[in-house]
């Protein structure tokens, strides 16, 4: 093993938290239970580290198994990455094959490395039939860069495909051409759908966020327990506008349900609008080129935000469907102009 992959283990495992260190090399499965029962976890980090290269390197351990083990920290850690969505079509009518795991790797790599000379491609196969791609750029006079790779999980027999986001946009349209052919599609395209939550981008593009719903086992009436009614508490207290309470209460749960949302942090509006007056004249109204707005919504788990909103009393109900078709559409950014 040469300096630049050993020092390549050092940097992988030294972003590993202590607390995590015996599980994901586990799941890595390069180390037999034997070898890693040797090293002494208890021990300062950086003589933990120096101890795991000197197993791997008795090992021989390659560049492909550094890079399958920051693929098995990557997986753990998802949320650190921004997320992108690309979603394939093909020809109306076209035959659907079926699907080899195996066949997708060899054409994907061969893509990539007969456009490049110098990338690095592992795979890992996940649940769900999904294939997690690490890709290491390069250029022609330049070795693949091992410390900003790039992940894609693409899940197999299906159009859609994630990826962290690069700096690299300029790989962007040659990575599209791999995931294309070696899945055996026609086009791709971008979704406006972005994430630190892999799972929740998941959900909302194969429609599963509405298959988990919560478990009412109170034998409190629904009304009394979306209100946060106590049946214990004191008669003479009286609840102002019950109706209308009663009446946001359903509206929300008819449009977002009773189930949670899926996590996003944020939504983008672009507005482009022409200025509209009943008076003549005006600077405005003599502008050619339309007005822009951005509206930015944020919130740790801005659905849920959205949710709680009318229940609150701080929006009326039913929000905007701008607000609402987010999971529905699959869009977090969104551009209005005038029809």
Known sequence: MDETVAEFFKRTILKIPMAEMMTILKAWDFLSENQLQTVNFRQRKESLVQDLVLLCEKKRASLNDAAILDIVYTQFHR???????????????????????????????????????????????????????????????????????????????????????????????????????????????????????????????????????????????????????DINMDSRIIHENRIEKERVQRVTQETFGYYPQPRLEFAQYKLETKFKSDLNGGILAEREEPLRCLIKFSSPHLLEALKALAPAGIADAPLSPLLTCIPNKGMNYFKIRDK
């Open 79 to 229: 949320h650190q990455k921004v997320w992108d969505v690309f979603r394939m079509s093909r020809e109306p009518g076209e035959d659907i094959d079926l699907f080899d795991m195996e066949q997708f790797k060899r054409s994907f790599k061969k893509i990539l490395q007969r456009a490049l000379k110098n990338v690095t491609i592992s795979f890992r196969d996940a649940e769900e039939n999904a294939v997690w791609i690490r890709i290491a750029w390069g250029s022609q006079y330049r070795k693949p860069n091992q410390y900003r790779p790039v992940y894609v999980v693409y899940y197999s027999q299906t159009p859609y495909a994630f990826t962290s986001s690069s700096q690299l946009r300029s790989n962007i349209p040659l990575l599209g051409q791999a995931l294309t052919i070696a899945s055996k599609h026609h086009q791709i395209m971008k979704m406006d759908l972005r994430s630190r939550y892999l799972d929740s981008l998941k959900a909302i593009v194969f429609k599963q966020y509405n298959q988990t719903f919560e478990t009412h086992n109170s034998t409190t009436p629904l009304h009394e327990r979306s209100l946060g009614l």
